[in-house]
C-alpha cells in the first residue's frame, strides 16, 4: 500500500499556488476597474492614477530583483503566508479615508506581496509536485492573476455601486484571509518529493548533493546558485517581459477608463472589459502551459504571442478612431489571448533552465523585468492619454511596444539556431 505520505499533492495545493500568484494583484485590478468614480471622487488626473501602477509595480520590481536570493532561504509557508499577509493589509489601508496618499501606500504594500509569489510558487511545484504535473500546473497557478483579474474586475464596481469604493475594498479583504488558512492547511500537509528532500539533506550536510545518494536514487544532485550570476537566458527573458508588461499594464489599468470616457460604456461594463480579459486570459495560460508541456519552442511560442498582440493593439486603436464598440470587445479578446499568457511562458522556460536552488532567485529577475514594464506602462499611458493625443497615441504605443517584443524573440530565436549550428 502507498504510505500517505507519499501521495500526489491535489486541488488544495494547487489552489493556494493560484491563490499566491493572484492575491497581489487583487488591489489594483479593482482600483482600475472603478477608476472613473475613484478620479471623481478624489478630483486627481488620469495621470495621478496610473501612479498608483506604477508605484505598485515599481514596488514589486525592486522586490523581485532584491528579495530573491532572501527568499531562496526562506520556508514556503513563511513566504506564503507573507503574500496573503501583505494583501489583506493593502485592501484594509484603501479603506482609511486619508485620501490619494493612502492609496498610494495601499499600492506600494500590494506590490511588496507580489515580490516572491512566482519564486516561492516554482520551488513549490520543483520540490512538492510530480514532474508530469509540473508545467501543467505552471498554467494554472500563473492563471492566477487572471482570476483575479476576473473576480476584482466583476466584484469591485458592483459592489462600489452599493457601497462605495473603500467599502468594496473592506469586504474584498476577506479573500486573502481564507487563502492564508487553507495555505496554513496544504503546505504543512503536504510533504517534500523524496528527490527534494534528499537534495535538501545533501545541501545543509556538505553544500552540494552527493554523489552516492544520487546514483543510489536517481536524484539529480541540488545544484547551488554560481556567483557569476544569472545565465543569459534569465536576462533574455527578463527583457521581453519587460516590454511585454509596458503593454500589458497600460492595457489592462486604463482599458476600463478607456470604455467608459470613449465608447460610454457603464461603470459596470467597464469593468467587464477587464473580466473578459481575465477569463480569456486563464484558458489563454492553461493552454499554452499544456502546449509548452509538449514540447514546443518557448521562443516560437514568445513570438507567436507578440504578433497576436501587436493585433490586438491595432483593434484599440481602430476602435478609438470609429467608435465601434465591437472593436473593442475583439482587442479585449487578443489581448487576453496573447499577452496575458507570456508569463507562463517564461515561467516554464525557466524550470526548464533552472535547478532549484536558483528557482526562487531567476524567477524573481524574470518577474522582476515584468514589474519594471508594469510600473512603466501605466505612467506613460497616463501621460498620453493626458496629452492632445488621447487614447489614440496611447495605443499606438501599446503597438509599437509589442513590436518590439516580436522583434527580440525573432533575434532570439536566430541566435539560438547558430549556437546549435555550431555545437
Not at 10 to 29: D, E, H
Not at 148 to 176: E, K, N
Not at 321 to 344: D, F, M, R, T, Y
Amino acid at each position: 500500500m502507498e504510505n500517505r505520505s507519499q501521495r500526489e499533492p491535489g486541488r488544495g495545493l494547487l489552489s493556494v499556488l493560484i491563490g499566491a500568484v493572484g492575491a497581489g494583484p487583487l488591489l489594483l485590478y479593482g482600483l482600475s476597474a472603478t477608476s472613473d468614480r475613484i478620479i471623481s471622487d478624489l478630483g486627481i488626473s488620469e495621470a495621478h492614477f496610473g501612479l498608483l501602477a506604477t508605484v505598485c509595480f515599481g514596488c514589486a520590481a525592486i522586490g523581485n530583483a532584491t528579495l530573491g536570493r532572501v527568499a531562496d532561504r526562506r520556508s514556503d509557508l513563511l513566504l506564503v503566508m507573507a503574500v496573503f499577509g501583505l494583501a489583506a493589509a493593502s485592501f484594509v489601508l484603501v479603506t482609511v479615508p486619508a485620501g490619494f496618499g493612502m492609496l498610494l501606500v495601499a499600492a506600494s504594500v500590494a506590490g511588496v506581496a507580489q515580490s516572491f509569489p512566482n519564486g516561492v510558487t516554482n520551488r513549490i511545484l520543483l520540490e512538492r509536485v510530480p514532474e508530469s504535473k509540473r508545467i501543467g500546473w505552471v498554467g494554472i497557478k500563473q492563471s492566477g492573476v487572471q482570476v483575479s483579474q476576473l473576480v476584482s474586475s466583476l466584484a469591485f464596481p458592483v459592489l462600489a455601486v452599493a457601497m462605495g469604493w473603500r467599502g468594496a475594498a473592506l469586504l474584498i479583504t476577506i479573500i486573502p484571509l481564507v487563502l492564508m488558512a487553507m495555505a496554513w492547511h496544504s503546505l504543512r500537509s503536504t510533504p517534500l518529493l523524496v528527490s527534494a528532500a534528499v537534495s535538501d539533506s545533501d545541501s545543509v550536510d556538505a553544500g552540494t548533493a552527493s554523489a552516492e545518494v544520487a546514483a543510489g536514487t536517481g536524484v539529480r544532485p541540488l545544484q547551488t546558485p554560481k556567483a557569476a550570476g544569472h545565465p543569459g537566458i534569465v536576462w533574455a527573458l527578463a527583457a521581453f517581459g519587460l516590454l511585454n508588461g509596458i503593454g500589458v499594464q497600460a492595457t489592462n489599468v486604463y482599458m476600463p477608463l478607456f470604455a467608459v470616457r470613449e465608447l460610454d460604456f457603464s461603470l459596470v461594463l467597464g469593468g467587464v472589459t477587464a473580466a473578459l480579459a481575465g477569463v480569456i486570459g486563464v484558458i489563454a495560460r492553461v493552454s499554452w502551459a499544456r502546449l509548452m508541456a509538449r514540447g514546443a519552442s518557448g521562443l516560437r511560442v514568445l513570438l507567436v504571442l507578440a504578433l497576436i498582440a501587436l493585433a490586438g493593439a491595432a483593434l484599440f486603436f481602430a476602435s478609438v478612431v470609429s467608435s465601434w464598440s465591437w472593436l473593442l470587445w475583439v482587442a479585449v479578446a487578443l489581448h487576453g489571448i496573447s499577452a496575458l499568457g507570456v508569463s507562463v511562458v517564461l515561467m516554464s522556460v525557466l524550470m526548464r533552465s533552472i535547478p532549484p536552488a536558483s528557482m526562487a532567485s531567476a524567477s524573481g529577475m524574470v518577474t522582476a523585468g515584468m514589474f519594471a514594464g508594469f510600473a512603466l506602462g501605466p505612467l506613460g499611458m497616463g501621460l498620453l492619454i493626458g496629452s492632445d493625443g488621447g487614447f489614440a497615441a496611447g495605443w499606438i504605443a501599446v503597438g509599437v511596444v509589442y513590436l518590439l517584443c516580436a522583434l527580440l524573440a525573432a533575434v532570439l530565436i536566430r541566435m539560438t539556431r547558430r549556437r546549435t549550428r555550431a555545437s
